[in-house]
């Protein structure tokens, strides 16, 4: 064999791992992604199947209901609810009527199964998403602009 061949082979054989290499990457990270999608998108079916996602919102008032280590209530932009059950310890910041994001599945039933429940961290926020979907679907409930 000569050496250009050589070189040739070495060079593709290079760029043939480096290209598996990158869809591996691409794929794991594919995987990993978890879309945000609000109550109200979840309401009218543009939420993923089969997929894990984030739903943001505020904790219903008076929702939630323990029983052992799950937890079920309810996420809402004022517009829409998502049932939400967890199983796990919650965020000490977790209460009703705080904002509050949570990973899952949604199921054929309609309950969101979360893997993750996140909860704002001081007085005064809420994450950009959950606070984006309130003011989204108030936007939508009140179009003239009015506070209720």
Same mark, same amino acid.
């Given at each position: 064999?000569k050496? $250009?061949?050589? $070189?040739?082979?070495?060079? @593709?054989?290079g +760029?043939?791992?480096?290209?598996?290499?990158?869809?591996? @990457?691409l =794929?794991? +990270?594919?995987? =990993?992604?978890?879309?945000?999608?609000?109550?109200? #998108?979840?309401?009218?079916?543009?939420?993923?199947?089969?997929?894990?996602? $984030?739903?943001?919102?505020? @904790?219903?008032?008076g929702?939630?209901? $323990?029983?052992?280590?799950?937890?079920n !209530?309810?996420?809402?932009?004022?517009?829409?609810?998502?049932?939400?059950?967890?199983?796990?310890i919650?965020?000490?910041?977790?209460?009703e009527?705080k904002?509050?994001?949570?990973?899952?599945? +949604?199921?054929?039933?309609?309950? !969101?199964?979360?893997?993750?429940?996140l909860?704002k961290?001081?007085?005064?926020?809420?994450p950009? #998403?959950?606070?984006?979907?309130?003011?989204?679907?108030?936007? =939508?409930q =009140?179009?003239q602009?009015?506070?209720?």
């Amino acid at each position: 064999m000569k050496a $250009r061949h050589k $070189r040739t082979a070495i060079i @593709v054989g290079g +760029l043939a791992a480096i290209g598996i290499a990158a869809a591996l @990457v691409l =794929n794991a +990270l594919n995987s =990993n992604i978890a879309l945000y999608v609000t109550p109200s #998108e979840v309401a009218a079916g543009k939420a993923p199947k089969g997929a894990a996602f $984030r739903i943001g919102g505020l @904790v219903k008032e008076g929702s939630v209901k $323990r029983t052992d280590l799950t937890v079920n !209530f309810i996420i809402t932009d004022t517009a829409q609810d998502i049932p939400v059950a967890y199983t796990g310890i919650l965020p000490d910041l977790f209460k009703e009527g705080k904002g509050a994001v949570v990973q899952g599945k +949604l199921g054929a039933d309609g309950l !969101f199964t979360a893997s993750e429940v996140l909860a704002k961290h001081d007085e005064n926020y809420m994450p950009p #998403e959950a606070k984006h979907s309130v003011d989204q679907a108030q936007k =939508n409930q =009140n179009p003239q602009g009015a506070k209720p």
